[in-house]
């Protein structure tokens, strides 16, 4: 009973493809993100959705579109893969906003582009 | 903006050293202070958590004190296990939540038997 998954765990793939990842919880969360986290292992907001609305989006290339067709499901779909893309995109969520609530993270989908 | 600076890893120590790994942040206002732990090929799980200074969280032997004076939240253990190795984020959200969380780098910690 995992309570937040993310699907693949591994994807390699060329350079100008297109790829989705997959994250859903069972958690009952209102609020889920995603985070790129780098070879160096630093972790950085992409996009965060609460009940299926985007309310954080950072200075991400449009060619990551996340798409939340519940509150337990944020999809990351990106277009023409690059190779500065690899990295290990983590799933997390959390309870609603104007909380202080801890994030529960999936285990990550390492992508690499080549 | 928001930032978080960690001590540089990797941090090595035997087992039953005492552990200190050093957080300090940028931030406006009051912002709640997180440490996060990533074991290998895993994602980051919430280790503990301090939401107003002077707060002390505490978990599985771990301690960290906010301090406001300082704008420090160190993360502290008496006696660490091979079971600790892991990279350790330190974390804040801003005043009033919105669950925006700005990380540090990660410290890695290896301890060796």
């Known amino acids: 009973d995992t309570a937040v998954s993310q699907t693949p765990k591994y994807l390699v793939t060329q350079m100008g493809n297109d790829k989705s990842i997959k994250c859903e919880q069972n958690?009952?969360?209102?609020?889920m993100y995603w985070y790129k986290q780098d070879s160096k292992k630093f972790l950085k907001i992409m996009f965060s959705?609460?009940?299926?609305?985007?309310?954080i989006n950072e200075t991400v290339p449009n060619r990551f579109s996340p798409k939340s067709p519940d509150k337990a499901h944020l999809n990351l779909h990106i277009n023409s893969l690059e190779l500065g893309d690899s990295a290990v995109y983590f799933c997390?969520?959390?309870?609603?906003?104007?909380?202080?609530?801890?994030?529960?993270f999936g285990n990550g989908t390492r992508l690499t582009v080549t | 903006g928001d930032s978080v600076t960690q001590m540089e890893g990797p941090v090595t120590l035997s087992e039953e050293a005492f552990l200190t790994i050093n957080c300090t942040y940028t931030?406006?206002?009051?912002?709640?202070l997180f440490w996060y732990v990533q074991y290998p090929g895993e994602g980051l799980q919430l280790l503990l958590k301090?939401?107003?200074?002077?707060d002390k969280g505490s978990n599985k032997g771990f301690e960290a004190t906010y301090r406001k004076e300082t704008t420090s939240f160190h993360l502290e253990k008496g006696s660490v296990q091979v079971s600790d190795s892991a990279v350790y984020f330190c974390?804040?959200?801003?005043?009033?939540?919105?669950?925006?969380?700005?990380f540090g780098t990660g410290t890695q910690l290896k301890v060796e038997l």
């Open positions: 997390a969520s959390s309870q609603g906003l104007g909380t202080v609530s801890p994030l529960h």
């Open positions: 958690l009952g969360h209102d609020t």
């Open positions: 959705y609460n009940n299926k609305e985007l309310i």
């Open positions: 931030a406006t206002g009051y912002p709640s």
């Open positions: 301090a939401t107003k200074a002077d």
């Open positions: 974390a804040l959200t801003p005043t009033g939540g919105g669950n925006k969380l700005t």
